[in-house]
């Protein structure tokens, strides 16, 4: 079992940056790959940025590559996404989720959820 609680989010203007974090307690941290995800009012849930239990593999929605950086500190059991050239568009509600496996998921099957963090982007 795994429990993950988000920091980071609030209000910054277009163009800023954020830095999100996930502490993540619970057992065996390196046995999960980690993954930051997004929902927007009326949107579906999307997958940003994944990172494998090492770090060593990374993956990037279009719409954040160049802009999101997604790492992993494995003795702090934390993961982090630093989000830099914000735009209006990227104001959502941010989840961080991790799944156990030595892969990389690139899709919605991650088994543990935090309750997310709030992102908003003013114009």
């Known amino acids: 079992q795994v429990q993950l609680v988000e920091s980071g989010g609030g209000l910054v203007q277009a ?3 954020l830095r999100l974090s996930c502490a993540a307690s619970g057992r065996a941290f390196t046995f999960y790959a980690m993954g930051w995800f997004r929902q927007a009012p009326g949107k579906e849930r999307e997958l940003l940025a994944a990172i494998s239990w090492n770090g060593g593999s990374t993956y990037y ?3 954040v590559q160049g802009r ?4 992993r500190d494995n003795v702090k059991n934390t993961v982090f996404l630093q989000m830099n050239s914000l735009k209006p568009e990227d ?7 991790a799944k156990r496996t030595y892969g990389l998921p690139t899709r919605g099957e991650y088994d543990y959820w935090g309750q997310g963090t709030q992102v908003t982007v003013s114009s």
Do not use: K, N, Q
């Open 91 to 97: 104001t959502a509600l941010y989840y961080c989720a």
């Open 68 to 71: 999101f950086t997604i790492s």
């Open 61 to 63: 929605v279009d719409s």
């Open 15 to 17: 163009g800023g940056s």
